[in-house]
T-cell receptor
Framework: DAGITQSPRYKITETGRQVTLMCHQT?????MFWYRQDLGHGLRLIYY???????DKGEVPDGYVVSRSKTENFPLTLESATRSQTSVYFC?????????????FGDGTRLSIL | GNSVTQMEGPVTLSEEAFLTINCTYT??????LFWYVQYPGEGLQLLLK?????DKGSNKGFEATYRKETTSFHLEKGSVQVSDSAVYFC???????????FGSGTKLNVKP
């Protein structure tokens, strides 16, 4: 099915572990984004990508790494997870190259770090 | 700079009441404006959009008008239902910019 999918939907891990959240979109949108959503903070941009092999920091990039070797995939890696990274993570995509297009969001990954 | 300000929630209404959720913005260029809705446990879904001044976006009984003179994009619905209970986000993007700017979200609770 067309759309944007995130995996896993739920993840529990321990402090210090590496964890990768996956994001895949089937629209061939040029732009992809990673947000975290926490109570009291709304949506905060972690990283974004304008195209394959082009990534840039958002508002809260520390502790995260991204890559984009293919247009359709945009994985987010927590290299050494900390409890403060417990959050709900949303991936989004947009065809901003065609003008002011909306973002389309995945269903989110609920990450708990113990 | 660019930013979006939404009214604080939660907003609690009875079924069939009139809804207004205020949204104002600041922008360095010519923004497009969006309302997103987030139901519990789900991602954000685009509700409606407006791309130029005086445009009215509408969907599922919700509507919002892009007011350049007041830099506002208030969300309205004439008669809310329990199923409208969700968090609503106002957002903007600017042509040739590569980011979206979101408000903090407004939680709506509709009681039967």
């Amino acid at each position: 099915d067309a759309g944007i999918t995130q995996s896993p939907r739920y993840k529990i891990t321990e402090t210090g572990r590496q964890v990768t959240l996956m994001c895949h979109q089937t629209w061939s949108h040029s732009y992809m984004f990673w947000y975290r959503q926490d109570l009291g903070h709304g949506l905060r941009l972690i990283y974004y990508s304008a195209a394959a092999d082009i990534t840039d920091k958002g508002e809260v990039p520390d502790g995260y790494v991204v890559s984009r070797s293919k247009t359709e995939n945009f994985p987010l890696t927590l290299e050494s997870a900390t409890r403060s990274q417990t959050s709900v993570y949303f991936c989004a995509s947009s065809d901003l190259d065609r003008g002011n297009q909306p973002q389309h969001f995945g269903d989110g990954t609920r990450l708990s770090i113990l | 700079g660019n930013s979006v300000t939404q009214m604080e929630g939660p907003v609690t209404l009875s079924e069939e009441a009139f809804l207004t959720i205020n949204c104002t913005y600041t922008a360095t260029g010519y923004p497009s404006l969006f309302w997103y809705v987030q139901y519990p446990g789900e991602g954000l879904q685009l509700l409606l959009k407006a791309t130029k001044a005086d445009d009215k976006g509408s969907n599922k009984g919700f509507e919002a008008t892009y007011r350049k003179e007041t830099t506002s994009f208030h969300l309205e619905k004439g008669s809310v239902q329990v199923s409208d209970s969700a968090v609503y986000f106002c957002a903007l993007t600017i042509y040739n910019f590569n980011k979206f700017y979101f408000g903090s979200g407004t939680k709506l609770n509709v009681k039967p």
